[in-house]
Nanobody, 123 residues
Framework: QVQLAESGGGLVQAGDSLRLSCAASGRTFSSNGMGWFRQAPGKEREFVASISVSGNMRASAESVRGRFTISRDNAKNTVYLQMNSLKPEDTAIYYC????????????????WGQGIQVTVSS
């Protein structure tokens, strides 16, 4: 089991940038694909981005493609989500997740979840 803790959220204005970090504990981090999801009030949790174990494969949702970038540092047991050109519709709780497969894109592909962190984008 991997324990995950997100940081870096907050309140920003439209057009600003934020970088989320997810620190993982446990010896299996370097063997897990990792992902970011988000959940807005009244909506289901949705896929944002994922990255393979080595970092050479990535996937992202169409809504964030070109604005958000996922990366990882296996030496630091950390995965990042760089968010640029933020929009009010990006407002949500963001969750880090450790995957059950190489490059998941659905909730069912991930087995361990962080507590989530709030990102609020004002217009």
């Amino acid at each position: 089991q991997v324990q995950l803790a997100e940081s870096g959220g907050g309140l920003v204005q439209a057009g600003d940038s934020l970088r989320l970090s997810c620190a993982a504990s446990g010896r299996t981090f370097s063997s897990n694909g990792m992902g970011w999801f988000r959940q807005a009030p009244g909506k289901e949790r949705e896929f944002v981005a994922s990255i393979s174990v080595s970092g050479n494969m990535r996937a992202s949702a169409e809504s964030v493609r070109g604005r958000f970038t996922i990366s990882r540092d296996n030496a630091k047991n950390t995965v990042y989500l760089q968010m640029n050109s933020l929009k009010p519709e990006d407002t949500a709780i963001y969750y880090c997740a450790a995957g059950l497969s190489q490059l998941g894109t659905s909730v069912a592909d991930f087995g361990s979840w962080g507590q989530g962190i709030q990102v609020t984008v004002s217009s």
